[in-house]
């Protein structure tokens, strides 16, 4: 690991053992509050201290009473720019909480703003251990180690060391269906994507960032729970779904989801991290990291679907052209 | 009140005040759990105490590690019979929680696997001071006024009372619009929703169970500030959009995406708080109280499309006519 990094993360996680944490707080904006959401889910699952996570603005506005010295608040922007999230960590700072903040960019404003900062490498020359979602894990169970040490954390730390080549080989995997799937879906306007538990950050990340922002398609992430309460009634036989079915604790929902949506819709695509070749990754651990390699798989189909439409990825009407 | 009522939510909030609450959960499905969600706002903003909120199955298989004898467990539903709520009930109270369940009726399996019961009423008949949000803001109010008393607290409890007045006056008020919106948009295959704060469960439940549930018409209920990280992509002059305007303290992220949002769709349905008749609700509290009305403002608007659309509302292809 580069030194930095190493010390980014030491003193990070010195300062929240130097505090009696009542609170911890996970806050960005759209795919980076998606990157977030699974370390909520293992901070629910692992520690006997509470847990939230919120996009930037409702934080600042909800003002949430807890909020203080004794709470953590964990912030990322890729570019370090997003204004909400630099509001947030100003926010979270003045009221004397903790503030780790992630970006891609080392001189930003929200490494700025937060008292202490993460980098995280970013391109075809970066090792998934040093990119996002590697410095994220390498942090939440870097804390968890250090406040409620198990062997288990220390294991996980080593495991993400080995990222780089579990994403290679899945993507390698699914190269093939991610290009049937570009081929076979190009010409939806509609597909909606269901997940649970710790991938539920997934569909939501490939619903807003990748379909509706990125390929102008129509979407909804659904929760595998709540897909029974009112969103299934809108199944159909052309009703496209794609279904996560994570690793972890949450997969029987996905595989009712599952069971239930391909009995009545035609166009049920899923992703299924049981399939996921996790070599490297210790067996216990597994499902706490299925939902990084599902993001890369997804990542995958959505390059397909956009040279099958021949609608870029890069491509934006509002974003970054026009004040909002 | 019913003394029944007077008793059940007396027993509920005493339970409460005997433990030394380290979090609440809030925790149903569909409908009944956005019905839930003003609440947990409330509680973020007013106390020192964490709230959460999760669907029934993800409450069960998540297994916070939080979860025990200084917790509290808020459930809902209707019938008292949907199996994830029962089984997070018995669950929460195998693990010592202290479990408060609402559900219209008293003969029901959710009543008798929580600890603590409190039924609603429900129908042509029934008081909105004694129907489900009622009496579930009769027992946030309560825990609150018990916990950390405060003459806000007493007053809100006073405010439950003159609910049905505040909404016969909406409904009425709100008759024309609801009618035009059902009119111009029976054709739409795919309504989008917005809102935030305490209002983003109305958006929600508009969403999963109005749309979706009962009239077969795609959406997604859109967190305001999320908006404008991904999903705002997908405005275009025909994309229709119902955005909540809300009157507490996120309003201005509703203001930012209705000021956005009516520059690029001709289709934008605005439901302003700040246009309800809210005598009766005292100034400072109507934040507070706005979802409620909001809800039974867009019943109405739902109650239109299904009559201009031919499609009642009882409608159902799935839910209820087979096992799932």
Redesign the interface.
Same mark, same amino acid.
């Given at each position: 690991m580069k030194k930095e990094h190493v010390k980014q993360l030491e003193e990070a996680i010195k300062a929240v053992k130097e505090i009696d944490v009542?609170?911890f707080y996970f806050v960005a904006?759209?795919?980076s509050?998606a990157l977030l959401q699974p370390a909520h #889910?293992i901070f629910?699952?692992?520690?006997?201290?509470?847990a939230?996570i919120y /996009? /930037? *603005?409702?934080f600042i506005?909800? *003002?949430?009473?807890?909020l203080g010295k004794d709470t953590v608040v964990i912030l990322c922007s890729h570019s370090g720019n997003?204004p909400?999230t630099v509001r947030a960590a100003e926010f979270a700072r003045e009221k004397g909480a903790v503030t780790i903040a992630f970006s891609n960019l080392e001189e930003s404003p929200l490494l700025k703003a937060a008292e202490y900062g993460i980098t995280y490498d970013y391109g075809k020359e970066a090792l998934a251990s040093e990119s996002n979602n590697g410095m994220l894990y390498r942090l939440v169970f870097g804390i968890l180690n250090s406040l409620a040490p198990k062997e288990k954390y220390a294991r996980a730390l080593k495991c993400v060391d080995n990222l780089q080549g579990v994403y290679d080989r899945n993507k390698s995997n699914t190269k093939g269906a991610a290009s049937e799937f570009g081929k076979k879906y190009k010409r939806e306007k509609?597909v909606y994507t269901l997940g /649970?538990?710790a991938y539920y950050g997934v569909a939501y990340s490939f619903?807003?960032?990748l379909l509706?922002?990125?390929l102008?398609? *129509? /979407? *909804?992430?659904i929760?595998s729970?709540?897909y029974?309460?009112?969103?299934?009634?809108?199944?159909d036989y052309d009703v496209p779904f794609i279904i996560i079915k994570g690793l972890g604790?949450?997969r029987?929902?996905d595989e009712?989801t599952h069971a239930?949506c391909q009995k009545?819709s035609e166009k049920v695509v899923v992703i299924d991290a049981e399939t996921f070749d996790m070599e490297g990754i210790d067996k216990d651990l597994r499902g706490y990291f299925g939902p990084l390699v599902a993001g890369v798989v997804l990542r995958q189909y959505a390059d397909h679907i956009s040279e099958h439409k021949g609608h870029p990825l890069s491509v934006?009407? #509002?974003?970054w052209k026009m004040e #909002?």
């Amino acid at each position: 690991m580069k030194k930095e990094h190493v010390k980014q993360l030491e003193e990070a996680i010195k300062a929240v053992k130097e505090i009696d944490v009542k609170k911890f707080y996970f806050v960005a904006c759209g795919g980076s509050m998606a990157l977030l959401q699974p370390a909520h #889910y293992i901070f629910d699952r692992e520690i006997d201290i509470s847990a939230a996570i919120y /996009s /930037s *603005n409702e934080f600042i506005h909800r *003002n949430p009473k807890i909020l203080g010295k004794d709470t953590v608040v964990i912030l990322c922007s890729h570019s370090g720019n997003t204004p909400e999230t630099v509001r947030a960590a100003e926010f979270a700072r003045e009221k004397g909480a903790v503030t780790i903040a992630f970006s891609n960019l080392e001189e930003s404003p929200l490494l700025k703003a937060a008292e202490y900062g993460i980098t995280y490498d970013y391109g075809k020359e970066a090792l998934a251990s040093e990119s996002n979602n590697g410095m994220l894990y390498r942090l939440v169970f870097g804390i968890l180690n250090s406040l409620a040490p198990k062997e288990k954390y220390a294991r996980a730390l080593k495991c993400v060391d080995n990222l780089q080549g579990v994403y290679d080989r899945n993507k390698s995997n699914t190269k093939g269906a991610a290009s049937e799937f570009g081929k076979k879906y190009k010409r939806e306007k509609l597909v909606y994507t269901l997940g /649970s538990g710790a991938y539920y950050g997934v569909a939501y990340s490939f619903t807003s960032c990748l379909l509706m922002e990125m390929l102008w398609i *129509n /979407s *909804n992430a659904i929760h595998s729970g709540e897909y029974f309460h009112g969103p299934f009634e809108i199944t159909d036989y052309d009703v496209p779904f794609i279904i996560i079915k994570g690793l972890g604790e949450t997969r029987p929902l996905d595989e009712r989801t599952h069971a239930f949506c391909q009995k009545f819709s035609e166009k049920v695509v899923v992703i299924d991290a049981e399939t996921f070749d996790m070599e490297g990754i210790d067996k216990d651990l597994r499902g706490y990291f299925g939902p990084l390699v599902a993001g890369v798989v997804l990542r995958q189909y959505a390059d397909h679907i956009s040279e099958h439409k021949g609608h870029p990825l890069s491509v934006r009407r #509002y974003m970054w052209k026009m004040e #909002y």
